[in-house]
Nanobody, 123 residues
Framework: QVHLVESGGGMVQAGDSLRLSCAAS????????MGWFRQAPGKERSFVAR????????DYADSVKGRFTISRDNAKNTVYLQMNNLKFEDTAIYYC????????????????WGQGTQVTVSS
């Protein structure tokens, strides 16, 4: 089992940048594929980005491609989401998630979830 804690959210203006962090407990962090999802008010939770166990492969939602970068530091048990050129529509609660297998773009593929961190972008 792994416990996930997100941090780094906040209120910014359109065009600004933020870096989210997700710290994981446990000694097997490197065995988990990690994902970032977000949920805006009144909407379902949606895929943002994912990264494989080694960090060798990443995938992004079309809406964030070219602006967001997911990365991980297995020595620090942490996954990051660098968000640049933020837009009003990026406003949401951002969640990190862990999966022992592939870790795709659907919420049901992930076993463990953090509590979320709020990102608010003003236009």
């Amino acid at each position: 089992q792994v416990h996930l804690v997100e941090s780094g959210g906040g209120m910014v203006q359109a065009g600004d940048s933020l870096r989210l962090s997700c710290a994981a407990s446990g000694r097997t962090f490197s065995s988990y594929a990690m994902g970032w999802f977000r949920q805006a008010p009144g909407k379902e939770r949606s895929f943002v980005a994912r990264i494989t166990q080694s960090g060798g492969r990443t995938d992004y939602a079309d809406s964030v491609k070219g602006r967001f970068t997911i990365s991980r530091d297995n020595a620090k048990n942490t996954v990051y989401l660098q968000m640049n050129n933020l837009k009003f529509e990026d406003t949401a609660i951002y969640y990190c998630a862990a999966d022992t297998a592939y870790g795709g773009s659907y919420t049901y593929e992930y076993l463990y979830w953090g509590q979320g961190t709020q990102v608010t972008v003003s236009s």
